[in-house]
């Protein structure tokens, strides 16, 4: 079993401290609300998107460490990428949670490896994975995402919380 | 605090030995994450001690048959166990009758049953139906299902900051439409134990019947249907040391036989035509199909332990236990403990300022301590305390003090890494 602590490294905890891109955000165009009914998760991203690329990004909510520290890491990795380089991030940190993405093969996630461990805690990958949900949910103008199987716009397993 | 302490501060009696009582349990040698398991989920679940798991591959290996069915001498040996099981129930809550003890899947189950069997016959339109804030959803969801059905309404007893429910306001839910209450005797999520016995006397004076969800209660304390006068009282074997998928709803033989059947199959007809079924007589005729026989020895078999032990002798050794870790934990900065009603069982409940409880919860399990983190299927409650969800430690009699002590520092931990 992978060590817990791993996963709450410093550079989650700072996130989850300081989140960046917090808040709201005046010339959206996209938003949409996440929610995860299992823990009580929820949150909401607004986007300005235009010619597309995400020119800003905004996240706001309640929730765990992991999900607020997913949330702050992807809105800066995604801030100024286009539409579709960040549908290719959404679709790589979705198979690294659940295991399906090899950690050492050609993937854009970066920093963003740190959540590779909640592959080993089932009950958390809802935590990390909301945030991703919910930006899929906003660019593709989906008002709101549920974590649970038949809200899921990305039809995925993601796991039995 | 040292062992040899909390063995001191232990019940006054020389019967209870912590430690004797947890070799009773082979789960509790298990090391989580290198670390000696500390068990604080027992609301949700409790474990099983040894003689409850040898009774149930005893019956397996020497008496297994359908009961109620063959002459032939294993089926009579299963049948005979299955309701010395029911008679150990009876006695356990002090019914007066052994058919007043019907085996269900489980609290839910008694419940849905209940609502079924009595509410669908009884309560029509226009009738109302009272619950708690309390209540575990298992306590709600079948009566809501119920109302809409047949057009009766649902009436909430609101809590006070403590966790308490609030007696005045109940009483004044009652009107002529009051059809049936439903009403926990324990909050699972904060623990609070509520005055059951006047509010079952206060709706009796209204005709009105009362059904208690013990599934937290039975665990902590001496119940006496006959003494609290309900009309059904229901629980489940896993919280009592027993097997899953087993529970009983204890209900008044008059309001039993009035009532209709839930599921209809073998066993709980007296005879079948394609014209006409007539029932069997209770326990029966709830009792349709092959039940889970040996959950139910099982469960007869943590009846005898946890009788052996003594429920006083439980209870008081639970009461130290959480007075202890009351004690404690309120000395933690930024942690707030929710629901601190005058009466609780050995549970806590508690936030902590600017820390997810998932997140507590996954460092805790990292220490090999063992807590339930969410809404504890209680929503209404986390509604009125205005949290998401909390972090639930809930003890049982094989729990030490010095596991509260690994708590205690485990929390101050995960504080650390968050500061
Ligand atoms: C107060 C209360 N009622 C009912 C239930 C449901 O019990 P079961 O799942 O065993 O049917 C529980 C279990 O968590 C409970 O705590």
Redesign the pocket.
Known sequence: MMNTKSLYQEVVLDHNRNPRNYGSLDNANRSADGHNPLCGDHLNIKINLSKGYINDISFQGESCAICKASASMMTAKVKGKTQEEAETLIQEFREMTIGKLELDSNHHLGHLTVFSGVRDLPTRVKCAILPWHTLHAALNSVATVSTEAGNDPMHVSIGNA | MKLAESLLKSPGTPMFNIEQIRSDFPILKLKINGKPLVYFDN??SSQMPQSVIDRMIRYQTTQHANINRAVHYLSETATEEYEKSRNKLKCFINASEDREVIFTS???EAINLVAHGYGRKFISSGDEIILTTLE?H??IVPWQMLAEEKGARIRVVPINNAGELLIDEYEQLFNKHTKFVGI?HVS?ALGTINPIKQMIEFAHARNVPVLV?G??AAPHMKIDVQDLDCDFYAF?G??LCGPTGI?ILYGKAFLLEHMQPFKGGGDMIASVTFEKTTYNTIPHKFEAGTPPIAAAIGFGAAIDYLSEIDMSVIEAHEHDLIDYATEKISLIPGLRIIGDATKKVAVLSFAIDKIHPHDIGTLLNQEGIAVRTGHH?AQPVMRHFKVPATTRASFSFYNSMSEIDALISAIQKVQKIFS
């Open positions: 609301a949700a489980g609290t839910t575990h298992s306590n926990t699972n969800d599934a937290q489940s896993h919280k529970g299927c």
